[in-house]
């Protein structure tokens, strides 16, 4: 199979969706890699590194879209690829399609297979291509949080610990899954007084057995919500339903409740956000002010510490790419329902319930187009 590794094109997005390392082990399986020209430069890998494992150097995305079998990318393609996708190829990214109407209509009209990172679990219903970004985002969602709380940010001029002497912040992290449970520890690790919130039991069990002394693990609710944000200095919005948007949990009227300058990092973005005044900023331009509460929406946050993200994440995908091309979609869908729950749209058609649902499309079971 032809691997195809673009370059990243989204604002301040530095990552590489496969590092030299993994097109070594690509060539090492048969398989031809395309590699754009400088598209590991902002995760400190030259085109020279992937020169030296075979890897054949490309000046242009279009002339990957146009030879390669399989194109991969770390987020979703932006509106001057849409055209460039071709019939029948396949796509490998996060795609988040549930929050991206446009582009779900471009790859339907495409007739590409788009296989979404995000939405490959596994039996224990983990997300193997999610997890590592969402531990990157979680503890970034603090040190972000931590920087807008001071004056010249913006914020009430706050510092997330404390002082002997001195309460510390109050941070209320929404959602208990891997971007919340690591939000929490960060926040922990440096003295704030922590709540966490999630609506499963188990899962609070569980959190209030690991987290430490100053992490109080809460039943979700709206009124819950409602009452910890009056006292919040820092809210992290870590809700995730896989595939699908993001429930806006946090309304405009809690904010006006709020302390004035503190702070909303929404880390659901990706899917739409959790904030009903949640809408994506960049890295270059990462805040906005909303009734006199900071709100951080950047939608690419691992973006920012590419060389930790690139290595963590292809960690996690490199298997699955492996497979995929050794074995063809078609083939590595019946084999692995990983990767199976992983098509989003097939052929014009969308195959996951939760992206038809955001816009009252057609589902279509993938096990049919096979």
């Known amino acids: 199979m032809i691997v195809g590794i673009l370059k990243e094109i989204k604002t301040e997005e530095n990552r590489v969706c496969m590092t030299p390392a993994g ?3 690509m060539k090492m399986n048969g398989h031809q890699v395309l590699v754009e020209k400088r598209a590991g430069i902002g995760s400190g890998f030259e085109d020279s590194d992937y020169a030296a494992v075979g890897a054949e150097l490309v000046a242009t995305p279009q002339e990957i879209y146009e030879r390669a079998d399989m194109v991969m990318h770390v987020k979703e393609p932006l509106p001057s690829e849409y055209d460039m996708i071709r019939e029948g190829q396949i796509v ?23 296989i979404a990172y995000e939405t490959i679990q596994k039996a224990d219903r983990s ?39 001195v309460e510390p912040a109050t941070v209320v992290v929404i959602g208990g899954g891997v971007v919340g449970t690591n939000a929490a520890k960060m926040a922990c690790g440096l003295g704030a007084k922590v709540y966490i919130l999630d609506m499963n039991l188990d899962r609070l069990r569980y959190l209030s057995d690991v987290m430490p002394a100053n992490c109080y693990p809460l039943m979700s609710s709206p009124a819950a919500i409602r009452s910890l944000l009056q006292e919040a200095d820092l809210v992290v919005g870590a809700v995730l339903i896989p595939g699908a948007k993001a429930p806006r949990l946090v309304t405009n009227e809690m904010l006006k409740e709020m302390k004035k300058g503190a702070v909303l990092v929404d880390v659901a973005i990706d899917q739409g956000g959790c904030f009903e005044c949640s809408r994506a ?17 950047v939608a690419n946050m691992p973006g920012a510490v590419a060389k930790t993200s690139t290595l963590a994440l292809t960690n996690a995908t490199l298997p699955y790419a492996l497979q995929i091309a050794n074995k063809g979609w078609q083939r590595a869908s019946v084999e692995n329902k990983e990767i199976r729950l992983g098509l989003n749209i097939v052929k014009g058609k969308v195959t996951f319930r939760g992206v038809a649902e955001a816009f009252d499309l057609e589902y279509v079971d993938a096990d049919t187009l096979i």
């Open 127 to 165: 997300l193997p291509l999610l997890t590592p970004m969402s531990e990157v985002a979680g503890r970034m969602a603090i040190q972000e949080g931590a920087k807008y709380l001071e004056m010249p940010q913006g914020g009430q001029g706050v510092l997330l610990g404390g002082v002997p002497g």
């Open 92 to 114: 490998f990214t996060y795609l988040h399609l549930a929050a991206a109407e446009e582009l779900t209509h471009a790859m339907m009209k495409s007739g590409c297979i788009g």
């Open 23 to 25: 097109a070594e082990v």
């Open 281 to 297: 900023t960049t890295h270059t331009d990462p805040v906005f002010k909303q009734d006199g509460v900071l709100v951080y929406c």
